[in-house]
């Protein structure tokens, strides 16, 4: 496996690379030392040229040029010596603090501070005069100074880094919400226009396909009536449903939700379209009013499966039972189950699903299935069975 090239020094890098040498070149044209050492002033351009190399490392490879500019700058006093050296060695503690690892920023203010307390106390032993102070203030400014300027700016990138990322988040979970609200409303119109369509278009395709097939004016002409009555209110249900969600103002004022006071007009209307629907409703007017989330929803569930019924259901009779029950409302309608006798409408199935989601969405159950006949042995019903619990704080909360 081949080894990773390094990577290229940064164009900042290249940049004070050439601006320092420069300088130290002209400082030493110039003959401007730091001081007056054996090896002539020559010798100091090796650690000149050594540091400007390592400048260019100090991002890329901070650790690395810390320690070879430490041993450049130790080689520096023995010669006369360039401000410019100095210089991009403090460039290099900096860098080393802001992009090294996280543990060589916490190091190295530590270190730098430990040597600069040990040079301080040394020269003060060695010289015995305050004068000593300037030389541990100036190793404080070629170390530890840098060293602190680096740990201040990598947590303020840090945090700038913390606050982007949060608000990254805080994007994403809004676009999630966003996405989520959009799909429950989806899900709330198909359940609507399900629930207040299909009736219509179940009892239009019953009754149209026994025109058909029987040939009997005095049948065609009910089947025709029921046709009309059921495209008329089918027309207007859509029309209001489509003007509900061009008007984008605001302004078009909804139809009132359905209550359960509506359960008569629907168990009528279900007789009308041919079934024998009986309507037991164990509620009495002492009971606390019902909210309306869960009137809506127990509307829906009875007409949903007063329209099963139409489409699938053996002749017979079709109970639809109502109980308050202590923590809620129970809904029940039994349908006979069997071979269904006449012309059928085709189901998809979504009708079970929305019934199931409403009650989910009170947080309430479902269920659904055939089970005995509770007069007849060895005869069936398909039950649907509802409860929707109720909110104690919810109670008397109709709007």
């Given at each position: 496996m081949p080894l990773p090239l390094p990577r290229r020094p940064d164009v900042v890098d290249v940049r004070i690379c050439v601006a320092s040498l420069l300088s130290g070149l002209g400082l030493w044209a110039l003959g401007i030392t730091m001081q007056t050492r054996p090896f002539g002033e020559s010798w100091s351009l090796l650690p000149l040229f050594a540091m400007a190399g390592l400048v260019l490392l100090r991002r890329t490879a901070p650790t690395f040029a810390l320690c070879a500019g430490s041993l450049a700058?130790?080689?520096?006093?023995?010669?006369?010596?360039?401000?410019?050296t100095v210089v991009m060695f403090t460039d290099i503690v900096y860098a080393a603090v802001v992009y090294g690892t996280p543990a060589q920023a916490r190091r190295i203010p530590v270190t730098t501070g430990l040597i600069t307390v040990a040079v301080t106390v040394g020269f003060l032993a060695w010289f015995r005069q305050a004068d000593a102070i300037l030389v541990g203030a100036v190793t404080a400014l070629v170390t530890f100074a840098p060293a602190t300027t680096g740990v201040l700016v990598r947590n303020h990138r840090e945090a700038a880094d913390l606050a982007r990322l949060r608000a990254e988040q805080t994007a994403l979970l809004a676009e999630m919400d966003r996405t989520q609200a959009v799909t429950a409303e989806r899900a709330r119109m198909a359940r609507e226009l399900h629930d207040m369509v299909a009736n219509h278009l179940s009892a239009i395709a019953i009754h149209s396909t026994a025109a058909l097939s029987l040939d009997d004016p005095r049948t065609t002409k009910d089947a025709l009536t029921v046709i009309r009555e059921n495209s008329v209110e089918g027309l207007a249900e859509m029309r209001r449903l489509i003007g509900i969600l061009r008007d984008s103002s605001g302004d078009l004022e909804p139809a009132a939700a359905p209550t359960l006071d509506g359960l008569g007009a629907l168990a009528e209307n279900a007789r009308t379209n041919g079934l024998d629907v009986r309507l037991d409703d164990a509620r009495t007017p002492h009971d606390p009013p019902l909210p309306a989330p869960v009137e809506l929803a127990a509307y829906r569930i009875v007409q949903e499966s007063l329209t099963n019924a139409l489409k699938h259901a053996a002749p017979g009779l079709v109970t639809v039972a109502l109980a308050r029950e202590p923590d809620g409302l129970r809904v029940r309608v039994s349908s006979p189950f069997g071979e269904a006798r006449g012309p059928r409408a085709p189901g998809s199935?979504?009708?079970?699903?929305?019934?199931?989601?409403?009650a989910a969405l009170l947080g309430g159950t479902f269920e659904s299935g055939p089970e005995p006949h509770p007069e007849l042995p060895g005869a069936k019903v398909w039950r649907v069975e509802a409860r929707l619990p109720i909110d104690p704080k919810d109670q008397g909360v109709t709007e």
């Open positions: 700058l130790i080689a520096d006093q023995f010669t006369t010596g360039n401000l410019a199935g979504a009708g079970l699903v929305g019934m199931q989601e409403r």
